[in-house]
């Protein structure tokens, strides 16, 4: 039986034409939620924008709050409570959750 995750990776290969590692997952709900789907973006955009992503990700768990939108159309969250010590594998499961309820909430899985 395949995992959420596994179904996840195939729905976005089959979108996209190609695999996508959690960088490039991060850095589509980056896209997604600044909306600004068709811009080029430099390196340190790139780096916001998976920024964007994981503050996205992470408020539904309680640790951030969103603030609203900057004049350029840039999403801002403030800081509830920092996470916890956590070591990598479980920093990666609460990513991996948190991306799969995201695209759950925005009925792609």
Same mark, same amino acid.
């Given at each position: 039986?395949?995992?959420?995750?596994? =179904? &996840?990776?195939? $729905?976005?290969?089959?979108?996209?034409? +190609? @695999?996508?590692?959690?960088?490039? =997952?991060?850095? !589509?709900?980056?896209?997604? @939620?600044?909306?600004?789907? +068709?811009? #080029?973006?430099? $390196?340190?955009?790139?780096?916001? !924008?998976? +920024?964007?992503?994981?503050?996205? &990700?992470?408020?539904?768990?309680?640790?951030?709050?969103? @603030?609203?939108?900057?004049?350029?159309?840039?999403?801002?969250?403030?800081?509830?409570? &920092?996470?916890?010590?956590?070591?990598?594998?479980?920093?990666? #499961?609460?990513? +991996? @959750?948190?991306?799969?309820?995201?695209?759950? $909430?925005?009925?792609?899985?």
């Amino acid at each position: 039986m395949k995992s959420d995750w596994d =179904i &996840l990776q195939e $729905k976005l290969k089959q979108r996209f034409g +190609h @695999e996508m590692d959690i960088a490039d =997952i991060l850095f !589509l709900i980056g896209l997604q @939620e600044l909306g600004k789907l +068709h811009k #080029k973006f430099k $390196k340190d955009d790139k780096v916001n !924008l998976m +920024h964007v992503a994981v503050c996205t &990700l992470l408020e539904s768990y309680g640790y951030y709050t969103f @603030e609203g939108r900057d004049p350029d159309g840039w999403p801002h969250w403030k800081l509830n409570e &920092l996470l916890p010590a956590i070591d990598a594998k479980q920093q990666n #499961k609460l990513i +991996h @959750e948190a991306v799969i309820d995201y695209f759950r $909430k925005h009925e792609f899985l």
